[in-house]
């Protein structure tokens, strides 16, 4: 059974950083295309970040371009989003999804085929 299990939200002060983890398990990500999103209360789900898995080319949502980076551990099967100079407008849960197969980066909902539950970010003072 495939799962992606996200951690690292929490509440965080505006200015601050965190780092997000991925944890797949049930199969190997290494060739797979990976992405993060996050939906805030009353928005659509929205694209952040996105890998690819042969090249390690990225690819951000104008939003984020510039304060958050998408990595990724092949040996773990592990996928990171490192948030900095978080805003109160980056609150919302973040999750991660994995492609079956691919190559290049993917920049919508229906692109993926796995998800994660979901980590809380709330940035506040």
């Known amino acids: 059974q495939v799962q992606l299990v996200e951690s690292g939200g929490r509440l965080v002060q505006p200015g601050g950083s965190l780092r997000l983890s991925c944890a797949a398990s049930?199969?190997?990500?290494?060739?797979?295309?990976m992405g993060w999103f996050r939906q805030a209360p009353g928005k659509e789900r929205e694209f952040v970040a996105g890998?690819?898995?042969?090249?390690?080319?990225?690819y951000y949502a104008d939003s984020v371009k510039g304060r958050f980076t998408i990595s990724r551990d092949n040996a773990k099967n592990t996928v990171y989003l490192q948030m900095n100079s978080l805003k109160p407008e980056d609150t919302a849960v973040y999750s991660c999804?994995?492609?079956?197969?691919?190559?290049?980066?993917?920049?919508?909902?229906?692109?993926?085929?796995?998800w994660g539950q979901g980590t809380q970010v709330t940035v506040s003072s």
């Open positions: 890998i690819d898995w042969s090249t390690d080319i990225t």
């Open positions: 049930g199969r190997t990500f290494s060739r797979s295309p």
């Open positions: 999804a994995a492609r079956r197969i691919g190559s290049g980066v993917y920049y919508h909902t229906w692109d993926y085929d796995y």
